[in-house]
């Protein structure tokens, strides 16, 4: 039987299958089984940011599948003190405490658990069309309905404002409050920046009331908006940041970095058997690298910026309007989005929708130049 038949007699029916079978890619390319050759602006879900199959990262992972594997957290290792090491430098405080998971929505897990272990209070504030995974904890800091609703009752204590409303914030922080989560551009949410007075507020409002504020940095951190942290835009200290998605260029990994605010926790109470493992972080180190070697942040910042103002200069009236930061773009249509992401497909294209009525690109920062003018003009001939 060929990939698609197999895979739709035996897979779990939890996900909308695209007509696509990827069997290999390499920078922003991918093919699929078929011959067909696709520039990837969705790369894994804006996870392949260092490009797919980067030779430092390949290498990377299958010298370290030769010397170790799997190595608990309960001992230490050579790989992994390296990745904290560096990670720590580029995280927005003096001397911060990482915690590896493998998922974004275990980063966020964890993040919700010692805030309420830091506080000794179970409230938090999350935001309308913020999105922040899917395991019962995430999922309860997630808005959306159709993903909740299933699943109730959720986790108790979770309440959702609308985002970038300062007066709704301070409205229901308040001394029960543990934390304040969300996101600094909404990725699935529809592509949306919070604002520079929304963050500050939120910063002030967790500070006079004892709140930690976490911000979920999964999709947009690792360069992704053209600074390292989202956070680097707005000068935010957070007191838990989260991150996943582009961390180890494809081998799953989360990470939550733990700000001076959040007391210690006593050994036993949180871990994972694969968190920080020496394969994962391996990869991580290679990411690290290639970032540093190509300049990949400051790229995105320019490159973004131009594809941005490409996307706002197409001439339809189909689109309403083109936001983003980075390579982090939506294009918010009057017309479903997902028509055109098949159009799209069909042209050699792979895009993503963020909610119904917006497209979605995530390309891999290593993109050329070259690349993405060909999107832009297969985005114009579709809209
Ligand atoms: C993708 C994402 C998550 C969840 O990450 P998983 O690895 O799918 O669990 C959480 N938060 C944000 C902002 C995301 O974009």
Redesign the pocket.
């Known amino acids: 039987m060929d990939t698609i038949t197999t895979e739709t007699q035996f897979t779990s029916g939890f996900y909308a299958k695209r007509d696509i079978a990827l069997v290999q890619g390499r920078g922003a390319t991918v093919w699929a089984e078929d011959g067909r050759e696709y520039i990837d602006c969705t790369a894994g879900?804006?996870v392949a940011s260092v490009g797919h199959c980067h030779p430092a990262v390949a290498a990377a992972i299958a010298a370290q599948a030769e010397r170790l594997i799997t190595c608990q957290e309960m001992f230490y290792n050579d790989q992994r003190a390296r990745f904290i090491g560096r990670l720590a430098e580029r995280l927005p405080w003096e001397a911060p405490r990482i915690f590896l998971c493998?998922?974004?929505?275990?980063?966020?897990e964890t993040a919700i658990k010692l805030a309420r272990l830091s506080t000794g209070r179970s409230g938090v504030v999350s935001m309308m069309r913020?999105?922040?995974?899917?395991?019962l904890g995430?999922l309860s800091a997630?808005h959306k309905k159709t993903y909740r609703q299933p699943f109730a009752p959720l986790v108790p204590g979770f309440s959702h404002i609308p985002f970038n409303n300062t007066a709704r914030l301070a409205e229901v922080v308040t001394e029960a409050t543990a934390a304040v989560i969300l996101?600094l551009v909404?990725?699935?949410g529809g592509v949306r920046p919070a604002t520079a007075e929304f963050v500050r507020a939120a910063r002030r409002i967790c500070d006079e009331r004892g709140v930690l504020l976490i911000v979920?940095?999964?999709?947009?951190g690792y360069g992704r908006t053209g600074r390292f942290l989202a956070c680097d835009h707005y000068r935010l200290q957070p007191d838990l940041l989260?991150l996943?998605?582009a961390m180890a260029g494809g081998v799953?990994m989360?990470a939550v970095g733990i700000g001076p605010r959040v007391q210690n926790i006593a050994p036993g109470l949180h871990g994972s058997t694969f968190g920080g493992n020496p394969l994962a972080c391996a990869a991580a180190n290679a990411v690290l690298d290639v970032f540093a070697e190509e300049g990949l942040v400051e790229r995105t910042a320019v490159f973004g910026e131009r594809f941005l103002s490409q996307l706002r200069a197409i001439p339809s009236p189909q689109i309403r309007e083109v936001r983003g930061m980075g390579l982090l773009v939506g294009v918010e249509l009057k017309q479903r989005a997902m028509p055109v992401v098949r159009a799209l497909a069909q042209r050699g294209i792979l895009a993503l929708t963020a909610g119904a009525t917006v497209l979605r690109f995530l390309p891999p920062l290593v993109i050329s130049e070259a690349e993405l003018d060909k999107v832009v003009a297969e985005v114009t001939a579709v809209l």
């Open positions: 879900i804006g493998n998922s974004g929505a275990e980063a966020v913020g999105f922040h995974g899917r395991t995430a997630t996101e909404q990725g699935e979920d940095e999964v999709q947009t989260c996943g998605k799953p989360g």
